[in-house]
C-alpha cells in the first residue's frame, strides 16, 4: 500500500559526492528500518532507528517519529554503494514491516 | 550463525500447477514472513507467522496458503498458479519486536 513513500525513485551521483533519501510513512510507526538490496538481490540490515540518528561510516540516518519521515544520508559516494535502498517502518500491533517501493541508487566514476 | 534458508531458489511452474516454496530459519525467531518483490513496487507482504500453527494474512494474500508447522518452518503455498504469481519471494525471520529481521536470499518463480 502507500504506507510508506521513497523519494527519490532512482538516483545517479558521481563518485566522491553526498545525497540523501527519504521516506514518509503514513502509518504510526515506532522503528524505521533502512536496508541496501545490492545487484545480486540480497537484503542487507543498514539501520535499525527508534526515534533519532544514527551512524555507521559513510551513511547516517535520521528518523523524525513527530513528523513521520526518516532519511538516509550517503556521504562520499562509492561505487560499492550502488544498488536499490529500502525504508521499512513497523506497525506495531501487528509486529510487521511495511516497505516503500525503494530508490535504485547507482555510483558513478 | 544465524541464517534463513529459502528453496527452491529458482522454480519454473506451469499454470494451474501447485507450488511450495519453503523457509527454513536456524535463529529461533519467533515471527516468520513472506514477501514478494516486483519491480516498482518494493516488497509486499502476502503472509506471516508469530510462531508455530499460526499463520496471518499480510496486504496480499489472495492465491496464496501458509503454513507453519514448526518454529523453524515456513512454507508459502500456491495451489493454482498464474502467471502473474511470477515474481521474486523473500523469506524472512524476526524477534518479537522486529529488530533487524533477516531474509533468505530469495526465491525466483516464474509460472509459464
Known amino acids: 500500500g502507500d504506507q510508506v513513500k521513497q523519494s527519490p525513485s532512482a538516483l545517479s551521483l558521481q563518485e566522491g559526492t553526498n545525497s540523501a533519501l527519504r521516506c514518509n510513512f503514513s502509518i504510526a510507526t515506532t522503528t524505521v528500518q533502512w536496508f541496501l538490496q545490492n545487484p545480486r538481490g540480497s537484503l542487507m540490515n543498514l539501520f535499525y532507528?527508534?526515534?533519532g540518528t544514527k551512524e555507521n561510516g559513510r551513511l547516517k540516518s535520521t528518523f523524525n517519529s513527530k513528523e513521520s519521515y526518516s532519511t538516509l544520508h550517503i556521504r562520499d559516494a562509492q561505487l560499492e554503494d550502488s544498488g536499490t535502498y529500502f525504508c521499512?517502518?513497523?506497525?506495531?500491533?501487528?509486529?510487521?514491516?511495511?516497505f516503500g517501493s525503494g530508490t535504485k541508487l547507482t555510483v558513478e566514476p | 550463525e544465524a541464517a534463513v534458508t529459502q528453496s527452491p531458489r529458482n522454480k519454473v511452474a506451469v499454470t494451474g500447477g501447485k507450488v511450495t516454496l519453503s523457509c527454513n530459519q536456524t535463529?529461533?525467531?519467533?515471527?516468520m514472513y513472506w514477501y514478494r518483490q516486483d519491480t516498482g513496487h518494493g516488497l509486499r507482504l502476502i503472509h506471516y507467522?508469530?510462531?508455530?500453527?499460526?499463520?496471518e494474512k499480510g496486504d496480499i494474500p489472495d492465491g496464496y496458503k501458509a503454513s507453519r508447522p514448526s518454529q523453524e518452518n515456513f512454507s508459502l503455498i500456491l495451489e493454482l498458479a498464474t502467471p502473474s504469481q511470477t515474481s521474486v519471494y523473500f523469506c524472512?525471520?524476526?524477534?518479537?519486536?522486529?529488530?533487524?529481521?533477516?531474509f533468505g536470499e530469495g526465491t525466483r518463480l516464474s509460472v509459464l
Open positions: 532507528l527508534v526515534p
Open positions: 507467522s508469530y510462531g508455530a500453527g499460526s499463520t
Open positions: 535463529n529461533n525467531h519467533n515471527n
Open positions: 524472512a525471520s524476526g524477534d518479537r519486536n522486529n529488530q533487524a529481521p533477516l
Open positions: 521499512a517502518a513497523l506497525m506495531p500491533n501487528y509486529n510487521v514491516l511495511y
